[in-house]
């Protein structure tokens, strides 16, 4: 994403496969990353499921957009939330999308807006389909943004022990900071993120009980850590070595 301007966003919500305990959570994630210009939320509003949603359309200004169930077994809110999106690509008015949705059938569609060389942000369960996951940009498992009051599910902390037995998380951690390294073996934990980023789009320290990736890395105790003055003010940049080496 360019930097110095406010990314203009289209978030796209599926009720179906979406909780409204996460839409605090989920509006506050997506100011991160710009402004959400465009905020619809997709499902038929004539049945009864979706009367938790219902309470918070007005609050936070989302507009429903009307699908009805045609037929038992079919998701119609899928296609209605599809071809909206492609209507609002070729506007080109949009930086980048917001795809709030557990449901693999986003997948083929997130990829096309970035064939388009738009940002496509996805939020969804841990339950969400890998490829749905892989065609993003960025994935936020929405478990992370539930509000303080549902206790649907908690997000633990991880151990030590516990951080360095996931071969995933380690090896992620560990090529990230090889990549990212200079000659001596040392990296700016920025340029780190960015490519753990790149490597696997829903990396998030909050999937592992941690707010930043600087906490997250020192709980590995998998590397050498060291703060560096940024010029002669008091901000101080993070960076890191692999334990390995000398």
């Not at 070729?90 to 449901?103: A, E, L, P, Q």
Request: charged share 30%.
């Amino acid at each position: 994403m360019s930097e110095g301007k406010t990314e203009k966003l289209a978030v796209l919500i599926d009720a179906d496969n979406a909780q409204p305990s996460i839409i605090e959570g989920l509006l506050a994630e997506i100011t991160k990353y710009g402004t959400a210009n465009v905020k619809r939320i997709y499902g038929d509003w004539t049945v009864p499921d979706l009367k938790g949603w219902k309470e918070v359309l007005l609050q936070y200004s989302i507009q429903p957009i009307q699908q009805f169930r045609y037929t038992s077994g079919k998701n119609a809110t899928d296609s209605a939330m599809i071809i909206d999106a492609m209507d609002l690509l070729y506007t080109t008015k949009f930086d980048g999308f917001c795809i709030v949705s557990s449901d693999s059938d986003f997948t083929r569609l997130a990829a096309r807006i970035r064939e388009a060389g738009l940002f496509v942000y996805g939020f969804g369960e841990k339950k969400t389909p890998e490829a749905f996951v892989s065609a993003c940009d960025k994935f936020i498992f929405t478990e992370v943004l539930r509000s303080k009051d549902d206790d649907t599910e908690k997000i633990t902390r991880r151990t030590t022990s516990e951080l360095k037995q996931d071969s995933k998380l380690v090896n992620l951690c560990r090529n990230a900071v090889e990549a990212s390294s200079d000659d001596s073996g040392w990296a700016h934990l920025a340029s780190v993120g960015s490519n753990i980023a790149k490597q696997a789009p829903e990396f998030d320290p909050r999937n592992y009980g941690y707010k930043k990736l600087g906490e997250l890395v020192a709980a590995t105790k998998l590397f050498q850590i060291e703060e560096r003055a940024i010029g002669d003010g008091p901000s101080k940049a993070i960076y890191l070595k692999d334990i390995r080496k000398k």
